[in-house]
């Protein structure tokens, strides 16, 4: 089955700069690439998605960006504002009739003012 | 804007004892999923619904959980006996089709504590 890398766990940055999560993921057939924001006590909230026939794709903020061929995807956030501390977690979606979202472990980001 | 909604939000159980989740998707929403998310991890999948039936079971331990949708909307996931390993939250998310790039929903969750 597909397996999802999230690295760093933990990230601390100061307020105005730019947080980058990565993730890898192992099943070459998964198409379909979420990230949720999970604030402390709160519902997981999609906050980007980005599908497999798609480089880049960006929101104010935020954006994420796929390497299919190194199978990894990456979130970018810039001009971090405190609101933004929370759990980050990407997800990939297995191919085929499944459909089965494996999530990666989550990463802590904090954003000091 | 419509939510995924789930009861109790906080359920404390003594092990071998049974326990139960109620979930309400977002209206409409033909897929309803149920993850089990222990703490510091992320979701992980138990049980898949399309409509009343279910599409993907893998990972839920049989012997003791059991889920149903038996109208096709809200869901119940029940577990007897509780055994202390199943403290963690539990998610229930919703979307509107089975598609390979449906937007999940997520509820509030459920979290259990077994003592």
């Known amino acids: 089955g597909e397996n999802v890398e999230q690295h760093p766990s933990t990230l601390s940055v100061q307020e105005g700069d730019s947080a980058v999560i990565k993730c890898t993921y192992s099943?070459?057939?998964?198409?379909?690439f979420p990230w949720y924001k999970q604030e402390l006590g709160k519902r997981p909230q999609l906050i980007i998605d980005i599908r497999s026939n798609v480089g880049e794709k960006k929101d104010q903020r935020i954006a994420v960006t796929l390497n299919k061929t190194a199978k990894h995807f990456s979130l970018h956030i810039t001009e971090t504002q405190p609101e933004d501390s929370a759990v980050y977690f990407c997800a990939a979606l297995s191919g085929g009739s499944n459909y089965k979202l494996t999530f990666g472990k989550g990463t802590l980001l904090t954003v000091n003012p | 804007e419509a939510e995924v909604a789930q009861s109790p939000r906080y359920k404390i159980t003594e092990k071998s004892q049974a326990v139960a989740f109620w979930c309400d998707p977002i209206?409409?929403?033909?897929?309803l999923y149920w993850y089990r998310q222990i703490l510091g991890q992320g979701p992980e999948l138990l049980v898949q619904f399309q409509d009343e039936s279910v599409v993907d079971d893998s990972q839920l331990p049989k012997d003791r959980f059991s889920a149903e949708r038996l109208k096709g909307v809200d869901s119940t996931l029940k577990i007897q006996p509780a055994e202390l390993g199943d403290s963690a939250m539990y998610l229930c998310?919703?979307?509107?089709?089975?598609?390979?790039?449906?937007?999940?929903?997520f509820g509030p969750g459920t979290r259990l504590t077994v003592l």
């Open positions: 099943d070459s057939a998964s198409n379909y």
């Open positions: 209206s409409g929403h033909a897929t």
């Open positions: 998310a919703s979307s509107l089709v089975r598609i390979s790039t449906d937007t999940q929903y």
